[in-house]
Structure formats: structure tokens, C-alpha cells
């Protein structure tokens, strides 16, 4: 046998070795067949076992609601509270443990829908769920630490200063509650961008360089989700909140380039 053809001969080896671990990695490990019928059966039981974990994390954060609540009226520098209704702080106390347990509970009902969907996912699929079930808590509870630091305290000085000398500061206690915990959560949902990235490039629907070509639109897009997603209408929130989304998206791009996609 001559060198090029032991060349060749190497070539295809490498050829069939890489062509077979493509093939290892889209396989379905221990695949078991299932009918419809335990596909709901299973969906039902990981969903009650989410709901039961969910509501005991509620009512956990019942029995401490109090100190959650002044811990999310700091931001307000002091602002008087009142109660405009009988029975308001006593729903805002339940408003408020309810997405607090959601919230702690959340890695539990991820977990349980990573178990739900495994048996569907290939080798090549189940090796992103790791990155991303530690990247969207992190990101979530990163979301939230941003809007309780930043876009909170800038949304509600704005709105105490302006006509502070014409009106005295004194709020529903139950419409700053919506007011914060609507920001909270819609700020922890934006700052998933990244992991949404991440998946997109892993399983190759789009590349790094599709994401950077489109920057325009993001830049517009950015700012319209900061103005449809923060409650208050300052410029200044918006702004903060548009700034983070770019800031993510383009972090996103930087870790879709460094898994080579």
C-alpha cells in the first residue's frame, strides 16, 4: 500500500470515527417507549408535586411575610403606607408570600420539567441542561437583585421628587406592591435572554454573527421591552432596564462565539 493510500485510507477513518460520535450524540439513551396516556399521567404528577412544593414555599414565607415586606419597602425612602380598603395589607401579605414561594420553589419545577422532557432530549441536548439550568437561576435571581438595587429605587425617587413640594408622599400599600413586584419578576424574565441565546446557538438555528448582524434591532427592540415591561413611565427606568437587556444580549453573543457557533 502506497503513503496516499495510507492517507486516504487515515482520511476515512477519522471521517467514520467523527461521523459515529455525531451519531452517538443524537441518540435517545434509553429511550422507552411511552403511550400518550403516561405522557399525561407523568405530566400530572410532576405538576402536582410542583404545586404542592410551591404552596408549601408560600406558606412558609407567611409565617415571615412581615419582614418581606419591609425588606421590600426600603426602596421607598420612607414613604408613608396607608390602607385604603379593609383587608388590603392582609391580601398584599398573601399577594406577596404567593411570588415569594414561586420564587423559591422555582428550581424545584425547573427540575421537574427537565425530568419531564429528558426522555425526549438526544446526548447532544442533555449536555446543555446543566449550563442552562444553572445559567437561567442565576440569571433570575440576578434580575431580581438589579431591579430591587437599581431600577426600583431610581423608578420611585423619580416619582417622589417630581412634585414633592406640591403633594405629600403617602401610597396604597396595595398598588406599590403590584408596582414592585411587577417589575421584579418582569426584570428576572428579561434577564433570560442570555440562555435563550445560548440555546439557539447550540442547536444551530442561529450563529453569533446572525445574532451581531441584527444590532439595529435589537437596539429598538431593547428599548420597547424596557417601556412595555417596567410599570412606572419614567425615562429613567426604561433607560436602565433597556441598557441591562443590551448588555445581555451582547454578553449572550460573546458566549454563543465561545462554543464556536
Not at 408560600?58 to 396607608?82: D, R, S, T
Not at 413586584?181 to 434577564?191: D, K, N, R, V
Not at 436602565?240 to 454578553?251: E, H, N, Q, R, S
Amino acid at each position: 500500500m502506497t503513503r496516499s493510500q495510507e492517507a486516504e485510507t487515515a482520511t476515512k477513518t477519522d471521517i467514520d470515527v467523527d461521523a459515529t460520535s455525531q451519531d452517538v450524540l443524537d441518540e435517545l439513551p434509553g429511550e422507552v417507549e411511552m403511550s400518550l396516556f403516561d405522557h399525561l399521567e407523568e405530566l400530572r404528577r410532576r405538576i402536582f408535586y410542583s404545586l404542592i412544593v410551591v404552596v408549601l414555599s408560600a406558606i412558609a414565607c407567611f409565617v415571615f411575610v412581615k419582614q418581606i415586606v419591609q425588606l421590600l419597602e426600603i426602596p421607598a425612602q420612607g414613604v408613608k403606607f396607608l390602607q385604603l380598603a379593609p383587608g388590603e395589607y392582609f391580601f398584599v401579605s398573601i399577594k406577596v408570600a404567593g411570588y415569594t414561594g414561586l420564587v423559591l420553589a422555582s428550581p424545584f419545577v425547573l427540575y421537574q420539567i427537565v425530568q419531564f422532557v429528558l426522555p425526549g432530549l438526544t446526548r447532544r441536548e442533555r449536555r446543555l441542561l446543566i449550563p442552562v439550568f444553572m445559567g437561567s437561576t442565576v440569571l433570575f435571581l440576578s434580575g431580581l437583585v438589579f431591579a430591587y438595587l437599581a431600577l426600583i429605587p431610581a423608578a420611585l425617587n423619580f416619582f417622589i421628587t417630581y412634585g414633592a413640594d406640591v403633594v405629600e408622599q403617602s401610597w396604597s400599600i396595595d398598588k406599590y406592591f403590584e408596582f414592585v413586584l411587577l417589575l421584579l419578576f418582569s426584570t428576572g424574565l428579561a434577564f433570560q435572554i442570555p440562555v435563550v441565546q445560548l440555546l439557539l446557538g447550540a442547536l444551530n438555528i442561529v450563529s453569533s454573527k446572525m445574532m451581531l448582524s441584527g444590532w439595529r434591532l435589537v437596539i429598538m427592540g431593547a428599548v420597547v421591552l424596557g417601556a412595555v415591561l417596567t410599570p412606572s413611565t419614567d425615562p429613567l427606568t426604561q433607560s436602565l432596564l433597556a441598557g441591562a437587556v443590551l448588555g445581555l444580549y451582547f454578553g449572550g453573543i460573546g458566549l454563543v462565539k465561545l462554543i464556536g457557533k
